[in-house]
């Protein structure tokens, strides 16, 4: 039987709470996603405190999970709610609590323009068009930087290929890492592997101000910020605290995906940032073996929202095999010389006809 949300739901369910009740039953699973055989959610705690003691539970949803059949990795993120604790964040000093900052948003100098890439819903492909696109752009001899502030769910070292740690020789400066000719930092390169992060609200804050304020990016014609899916604390700092040029909203033409990217597109009038355009990914899915191109996902919903919202289309990015592989080995295919970098070049260029970067 395919491995699917209901088996993983069951399995939590039996994992038992301390206080008794368990996992599912107190309502503690957030952003639960099965992809594959690969299964990711959030335990979230009330307080730090509880955090703490829900160290031991998630090691056993982790076991449970990993003797499931078909289950390939587990990854579990705790998070809490209250103040965030007084223990030491990891190190360089992510995480710390934001500093005020006078007057609204500001400009990060050196850096021209910076656009966020955003989507309603996990899973569309944000991160990927995030990454193809830096380095569609840098191939077109744009200066660019990538930054990951999806804190959930870092996956741009990954995508882009690096898994350095990055320096700082004075303890306040951080030296980004540089991949595909993309000048890049995540959150993900800050953290230890499987370190639980229990920020929330101030602390998230602070980590995203440290990696915008601190990280010497250097002179850039764009910074593109490869944030969480949805409408949160990431996005609503972000927006508050830095000159944002604008966003580009990713979704797949499925109903259920336009219905989360018109949240999101709410968010950004609502905190109005600019909407540069919206982009279709999976819009087709190209066959490896025959080359039938067949619309999996009912392509051409995210164009007609376009319209209806009188919002600018920006272009359709197939589905097709060799996206993920290039993205699972860490070289986007928009570094490579496959006719799939085309549709990328494409919107590379549209944004720089555009003066978008
Ligand atoms: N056009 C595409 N063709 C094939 N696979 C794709 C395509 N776009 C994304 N994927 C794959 O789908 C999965 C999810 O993509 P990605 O991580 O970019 O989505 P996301 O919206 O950033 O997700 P999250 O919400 O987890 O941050 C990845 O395995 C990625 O390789």
Redesign the pocket.
Known sequence: MALDREAVTRVLAGVPLPGGGDLVGRDLIRAL?V?GGAVRFVIEAATPDEARTLGPVQAEAEARLKALPGVTSVQVVMTAHGPAPKAAPPSLKIGQHPTPQQGGPQRISGIDRIIAIA?GK???????VASNLAVALAREGRRVGLLDA?IH?P?QPKMMGVNQRPASPDGKTIEPLVAHGVTMMSIGLMLKENEAVIWRGPMLMGALQQLLGQVAWGKLDILIIDL??GTGDVQLTLAQRTQLTGALVVSTPQDVALLDARKALDMFSKLKTPVLGLIE??STFCCPNCGHVTPIFGHGGVAAEARKLDLPFLGE?????D??VA??SGTPIAATDSPLAEPYRALARRLIAGGMA
Do not use: I, W
Request: glycine residues 20%; without cysteine; negative net charge.
């Open positions: 996603s992809e989507s996990g899973g569309v492909g944000k991160s990927t999806d769910g996956s969480p899916p990914n999976m990015l197939p589905l097709a095999l996206v993920r993205g699972d």
